[in-house]
């Protein structure tokens, strides 16, 4: 699969941001995971800045190659490819790494709803900044040759 990088640069770019900015609607902090990224990797905002857009992008990425092989609508793959990088990424990974806990919890209850709602929002911005992308929409190439050929 070959990825147009210049419809999924600016798709992941755009999506993070819609990120931000329903994290700032939904917890009044803005830039809180670059804040957190910053701080952990010993960078700062700006290094948490080009981390965390840098990850938006290479989600958007991800979503491009393996969209083709998804069920239904573009939003559908979307929001069920997010689902899974959230739980996967996010909740297992992301958090405990940066120290708190499985999904968030130390952060709070309600952290991972508010985790998972902005990484929906994420995906829809994707979908929407993605829409008639030939390399999106289009399902795999049948292939005509057989997978293995039979030696004798």
Known sequence: MKINWTRTIPAGLVA???????????TGKWWDIPNLLGAKLGTGLLGGL??????????AAMFVAVAPS??????????TY?????V???FLFMFPLLDLGV????????MPMISLAR????????????RGS?????????ETAPAYEVQT
């Open 103 to 110: 999904a968030g919890l130390k952060a709070g209850a309600m």
């Open 50 to 59: 080009v981390m965390h857009y840098g990850i938006g992008i290479i989600l």
């Open 134 to 142: 030939a390399s999106v929409l289009a399902p795999p190439a049948l």
């Open 88 to 90: 996967m990424g996010v």
């Open 16 to 26: 993070t941001l819609a990120l931000d900015l329903s994290g700032l609607l939904m």
């Open 119 to 130: 990484h929906l929002i994420y995906a829809l911005t994707l979908s929407a900044a993605l």
């Open 82 to 86: 997010i689902t899974v990088q959230t």
């Open 70 to 79: 998804l069920k239904g609508p573009l939003w559908a793959r979307a929001l």
